[in-house]
């Protein structure tokens, strides 16, 4: 009775949309944005309610022809928080996607060979494996040790974890039982300051204190293939070319091209000439770089700074391609996704976020619930789901689509908005519909 007087109501003042009219309606993006917004806000003990507005604005954000720039982000916003208090742990304190907890600082997390499992590591000295698919199940130890875990990498075909020690040495630990009783746990006793593997070989790549690059195989042979005077935070190899990549303290981008040299170039002045060394160094600012990553075709590199901001590289033209800005502290850890049109990155400042690399308008995805710095970041292997940790210790999973945090509402509420819910929260100037209709 009460949904034939508000269609009554409608065609007697001429004021009510069809659903054909929710494509065409500028209205329904301010729609979408308040019910998002609202559902933000509404506690959380009003459970149902909370996710079904929630719901509701992502159906009519995918169905109509929102403002694209911005909606996207208050209907993820709302969903995962309305996500977060369905099936939510009271007892241990514990949401939906965290998935567990090192005992301290978590500092890396990454994937192997095998796309159902990852690796974290944590200043508690610990590696574990999780299981994707089985979120809840205990993690297996598969490194433990004494010294603070600084981070972790994984080599190129996912058989081999490197475990870089604070101000101490390094290890290898092999993932692969195949190999395993080939290659036993390799310690390197040699401080460094950070180091990387070798694409596509059994090799890696370390600065040593006092500056030195050094390239060591498995077998523990060494060359010194390039020199600096600066303190590097992190090391990426280009596969493609084998340049290698430094980003210091100092705020100077520097790079190594094969042929490398060894001998070591004052920063005023290699700023000259540059482009025509197999060494050169690029001045960005006194901001340090903090993380580096290359992006999968091999034309871009992302570089993260203590400045907050993220600069786009050109590798070919060695030249700024543009600066994205939004995050407020250090920028922690970095990713492109597979495909390359993505990128992630993590903050001091309590939040990951994914950044739309083909639309500089549109806002990225914030994702802002750990209770402390967020120091890593991974796409899983297919770019469907983020993995971060930080200084909260715990590890957190994110999906990058908001349909499926839709979906899981669906799947786990038994009820629809009343008439007098959708009256308020929606309006009755526009037809009733079930959310969940499947």
């Known amino acids: ?13 001429n004021f009510c949309f069809s659903q054909s009219d929710l ?9 979408v944005m308040s019910m998002s917004q609202r559902s933000l806000v509404m506690p959380g003990y009003l459970t149902d309610l909370k996710a079904l507005i929630a719901r509701q604005a992502y159906e009519f954000w995918k169905n109509g022809e929102t403002e694209p720039y911005v909606s996207h982000l208050n209907v993820y916003q709302a969903l995962y928080e309305a996500n977060k208090y369905l099936g939510y742990d009271s007892a241990r304190n514990l949401a939906y996607n965290q998935v567990g907890f090192h005992s301290n600082t978590v500092t890396s997390v990454v994937f192997g060979a095998n796309p159902d499992y990852y690796y974290s590591s944590s200043s508690d000295g610990r590696i574990l494996k999780w299981n994707v698919k089985q979120p809840g199940s205990i993690p297996e130890v598969v490194y433990e040790s004494k010294k603070i875990i600084q ?16 101000q101490e040495g390094l290890a290898l630990i092999p993932t692969d039982q195949n190999i395993q009783e080939d290659i036993a746990v390799l310690e390197d006793p040699q401080p460094v300051q950070t180091a990387t593997f070798i694409p596509g070989e059994r090799k890696y790549l370390s600065v040593t204190k006092a500056g030195d690059l050094i390239l060591k195989g498995f077998d523990s042979k060494s060359e010194n293939v390039g020199k600096t005077a600066l303190k ?11 340049t290698i990549y430094a980003g210091t303290d100092q705020g100077v981008l520097e790079a190594w091209e094969k042929p490398y040299e060894v ?4 920063i005023e002045d290699i700023m000259k000439n540059w482009r025509q060394q197999s060494y050169f160094g690029y001045e960005l600012g006194t901001f340090s770089i903090n993380c580096l990553d290359i992006s999968p075709d091999g034309n871009t590199l992302a570089i993260g700074r203590d400045r907050g901001d993220v600069i786009l590289w050109d590798i070919e033209n060695k030249e700024l391609i543009r600066i994205i800005y939004g995050h407020q502290s250090t920028v922690t850890d970095i990713q492109f996704n597979p495909k390359g049109n993505l990128l992630l990155t993590t903050s001091r400042d309590g939040t990951a976020r994914i950044w739309d690399l083909k639309e500089s308008r549109k806002l990225p995805i914030i994702m802002e619930d750990h209770q402390d710095w967020v120091l890593t970041g991974s796409f899983d292997p297919s770019g469907t789901q983020v993995i971060t940790g930080g200084g909260d210790e715990y590890i957190r999973t994110w999906p990058v689509d908001p349909a499926y945090f839709a979906f899981r509402i669906c799947a786990l509420l038994e009820r629809q908005l009343t008439q007098e819910e959708w009256d ?15």
Do not use: H, W
Request: contains cysteine; aromatic residues 8%.
């Open 23 to 31: 494509k065409n309606d500028p209205k329904i993006t301010e729609l």
């Open 232 to 242: 590097v935070n992190q090391l990426k190899v280009d596969e493609n070319n084998g």
């Open 1 to 13: 009775m009460r949904f034939l007087l508000t269609t009554i109501l409608c065609v007697a003042t």
């Open 263 to 266: 001998k070591e170039s004052p």
């Open 151 to 166: 981070s972790i990498e994984m080599s190129n075909d996912g058989k081999v974890l490197m475990a870089i020690f604070y």
């Open 424 to 438: 308020e929260f929606v309006g009755s100037d526009i037809p009733y519909e079930v959310a969940c209709s499947e």
